[in-house]
């Protein structure tokens, strides 16, 4: 029955490369070409260094990847948009998985992190139907055997949405203040563990510095940060 229902959504909806538009393979959303455009950007060590220190914000994050280099109209845009506007989730495993085969044997995943995906607030997660940072990390967490979870870090306030607003870089960092909270139970739980917060896009890193804040204010010592995407200047 599954198998039928997969085969019918198939000819219903037939997989489209989200680049180019031509059809591809059931479960894909690039095509071969489109795949070859992405810009990867070095997963070491040094351009962990170089992310942290280039963010807008003091950020004690002990380390920062971002997959691949972001430019208005890329193809990488165009697959972030289908995964966060087009109801598309399953863009986001792929996504994940796609950027996990990547991070296997990279310093990020020393020690074995917990995946934490940046939180929507329970408002907007009810806008949306999902949250696109879950599905990044269930890819990540399937690809690298990785667990990832969505208790520990909440986001308490409702800020308005950065990539529509033309916020600048002081208001972006306002708008973020203060917007998350970490459940104090949930942390004693973990312990020590090592943390890898996900979100899609960064730029001047306003939502994540803001999320490594309240997680080593609340004892972790090790938070890093990994982003799908960023553009070059920011
Ligand atoms: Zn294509």
Redesign the pocket.
Known sequence: MHLICHALLDVLYPPL??????R?RAGDF??????A?LLPLPLTRAQSSAHIASLACACDATMMLVGWEYENGS?IERCIHTMKYRQLHRAGEWLGRLLGERLIGTCLLEGDPLLLPVPLHPLKRIERGYNQAEHLCRGLAAECGLEWESRLLLRQRYTSSQSASRLDRDERQANVRDAFMADQARAVELGARPLLLVDDLVTTGATIGACSDVLISSGFTDVRILAVARPPRH
Do not use: F, N
């Open positions: 490369c989200q680049g180019c538009g031509l591809v690039l095509c071969p070409a489109c795949l455009e193809v």
